[in-house]
């Protein structure tokens, strides 16, 4: 089975991306550090727009990604940032074919 991975885009209110980075911290970094099934994550600012961050996930297990999207934690990471966004975060998923310096 591919590995899955995972692009999301996330459009903060003016001003609040550095707030939003410190909610992720605060939520899910100990997680995706000691998560096994999360072989990649980036968190990327964009250059061009200081109100978005993008993240990239790829995950060896697939159903861990659908575990984590229902768990109580990340409801609660949701919730704390909500407040922050200026809509809802742009997702794609799809199946990883090819990476460099990742496992595929």
């Known amino acids: 089975m591919p590995n899955t991975a995972v692009i999301i885009r996330i459009t903060t209110r003016p001003g609040q991306r550095a707030a939003l980075r410190a909610r ?6 100990a997680r995706v550090e000691q998560s096994p099934a999360q072989a ?3 968190v ?3 250059a ?3 109100d978005t961050l993008h993240l990239v996930e790829v995950y060896t297990d697939p159903a861990a990604m659908d575990r ?3 768990a109580p934690w990340f409801a609660a990471y949701l919730a704390a940032v909500a407040p922050l966004l200026a809509g809802q975060p742009v997702m794609a998923t799809g199946d990883l074919v090819w990476a460099k310096g990742a496992p595929v």
């Open 68 to 70: 984590n999207a229902q």
């Open 24 to 29: 992720w911290d605060e939520h899910l970094r």
């Open 44 to 46: 990327v600012e964009d």
């Open 40 to 42: 990649l994550y980036l």
């Open 48 to 50: 061009a727009d200081p």
